[in-house]
């Protein structure tokens, strides 16, 4: 494809110019990491655009991680948005578009790498009927939904360091396994590894010690979503679960997409999460005008091997981000740029919109009957894809960069 056609983006284009999400890429001839925005089939020089057109954000744009625009807050995302979103438009002009053309690459010629430095990892447990289906699965003889579920976002932290990009191998984890049926634990690799699909937070302006954060507030935090695998090795984390939560079943990897959707391009998805069954603390209370509409209507598509396993929906979510963010922050725990926060495995009610195998083949008792052989766990040389689609303006759909990770044998 020629280097003009790249800026011929046709407007039903999943990455077309009201989606625009960053990440960090490099070449094979150019190996030093710069941020990139993704138009079309192609990835846009940022910090190359912003120095060659003049924008007085040049020097956030121009370092080797999103960090300091995520650091530079509400008001900047706004106005690179709105210069590139200029920039991009097919009226903007000959000359403008003669100096982005040099600093566009086609997708396929480019590496991405983790976007940005992930501070803290937080993961929660968000959907009610996943809750509920793992509920039955783990505690057969109790309350699917513990008391406490209704009323607060259930989290747990998770491990930052093991945040992995969209591509990176998997290794199979070892640990410690015991089902129910075995008198003592043994070791080996996990013969239960599972997936999580589910959707990342991203944030950007950091908090004080002490400072919490309400959910009207949301949006002055958080820049913007990624796609996120949390495997999970249903074996390790069966057996060591109680009574803190998920410690190694879910800490040896976590695959985000390589593109950073900014929550700006996410206005149409906005949609009213499901009604409240229980009354809320004000903290949590979402019935106001300010905080209406915090649920977002992404449509996950999960496949394995190329065949499609499950259509998670977003929107049946039933704590929102902000709800999230503003108790992970209600203890004043404060906020750091590049935190990342998971809305927990994202299911819905019927069957196919399950967002693991541990709830679509029941625990292993209803194996998936795939074109290339059945599948309860996942097996070494499997590979897992999630990607999404969200509404746009005028009836348009924009896509979500996808997350994909294939599964290799340990040591
Ligand atoms: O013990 C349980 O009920 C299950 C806990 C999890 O699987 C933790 C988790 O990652 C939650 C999620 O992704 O929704
Ligand atoms: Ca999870
Ligand atoms: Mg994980």
Redesign the pocket.
Known sequence: MSAANLLQVPEEHLFGSDNLPYGLFSTEVESRRRLGVRFGDAVLDLGGAASALGSPHAEVLNGDSLGPLLASGLTVWREVRAELRGWLRPDAGEEIHDRLLPLLRPLAEVELHLPFEVADYV?????EH??TN??RL?RPDGEPLTPNWKHLPIG?HGRAGTVVVSGTDVVRPNGQRKAPTEEVPSFGPSRRLDI?A?VGFVVGTPTRLGQSVPQSQFREHVFGVCLLN?W?ARDI?GWE?VPL??FLG?SFATSVSAWVTPLDALDAARTSPPARTHALLPYLDDSGDEVEQAGLDLRITVTLNGDVVAEPPFAAMYWTAAQQLAHMTVNGASLRTGDLF?S??VSGPEKHQRGCLLELTWGGREPLQLPFGQRAFLENGDEVTLTAWAPAANGRRLGLGEVTGRIVGGA
């Open positions: 993961d929660f447990y968000a959907s996943h809750a793992v509920g783990f747990y999580e589910e949390d999970s984390q679960y939560g998920p879910k998971a927990g495995t």
